[in-house]
């Protein structure tokens, strides 16, 4: 019995140890991958989740070339990166990205998305869902084509994100939705052809350097929600500006709110600073 017992020891021991050797630091998709494979720089894996087991905490997911590397659920700390590929996500009828970080561990509870193309085709739910994080960074991406939001925060406590140099387009919902409240910073993005641009509940969005064009509402304050904006062009939208009670949209400086059908009809008016 003793002797079992050792064994049984030394089989969990080399069962962890080939597990967390199994993890690297750096992994690698391919739109020639396959997920059998351990993910690196010569072996691929296929898609996104496939590499994600079996990269580390604090990792990073590399497109080495051209693919559609599928849906994906991140739940810890990590980067996906498709900056010089046309690294892209298909997520008809689902969710593109869901960030949903819980674990007590992961101290930073970090994700940095960079370089990606998130289509929807018109059928997809939430272009990138974050559920549950303490930063997110989102930046040189491309979020199309959405039923519901291109970017949703909608975690029960407060996310501070970037969205930055990025494109969120199409989609039926908003196209930044922010609640929880989330602190976000939206910077040199252009929101276009969504139902509402950006969209804040009991929340901050400071927009600094951004278009707001062609969509049903460029900016919507609910109650709680503090929308700053700076730099930004907004025009052709069917509304520029909608402002609940409690909600407030503070101007900062050199914007420009012009040729929309109304630039702004709301129950409280827009702070000029």
């Known amino acids: 019995m003793a002797n079992f017992r050792i064994l049984l020891v030394l089989f969990a021991a080399f069962t962890f140890s080939s597990l967390a050797q199994a993890q690297a630091t750096r992994t690698w998709v391919s ?16 898609t996104f989740a496939g590499a994600i087991s079996k990269t580390a905490k604090d990792g990073e997911i590399d497109a080495l070339d051209p693919g559609g590397f599928g849906a994906v659920t991140i739940t810890r700390s990590m980067t996906l990166d498709g900056t010089g590929t046309m690294a892209s996500i298909l997520a008809s009828g689902t969710n593109g990205i869901i960030i949903n970080i819980t674990d007590p561990v992961d101290g930073s509870k970090t994700v940095r998305l960079r370089g990606l193309s998130i289509n929807g085709a018109g059928t ?12 997110v960074i989102i930046e040189d991406m491309i979020i199309d084509g959405f039923t519901r939001n291109g970017i949703s925060f909608e975690a029960s406590s407060p996310v501070q994100a970037i969205v930055m140099n990025s494109r969120v387009s199409n989609n039926a919902g908003n196209g930044i939705n922010a609640a929880g409240g989330a602190q976000v910073v939206l910077q040199n993005t252009t929101l276009v052809q969504n139902g509402t641009g950006v969209f804040a509940e009991k929340s901050e969005v400071t927009t600094v350097d951004c278009e707001v064009v062609l969509n049903n509402t460029g900016f919507q304050a609910a109650a709680g929600a503090t929308i ?18 409690g909600g407030s949209i503070v101007s900062l400086k050199n914007n420009l709110i012009h040729g929309n059908k109304k630039d702004g009809e709301a129950p409280t008016p827009i702070v000029m600073r």
């Open 31 to 46: 739109g020639v991958g396959d997920d059998v494979n351990p993910c690196s720089r010569t072996a691929p894996c296929k």
């Open 124 to 135: 997809g739910m939430v272009g990138i869902k974050v559920l549950a994080a303490n930063r």
């Open 228 to 245: 700053r904006i700076s730099g930004v062009t907004v025009t052709n939208n069917n509304l520029a500006l909608a402002i609940a009670a």
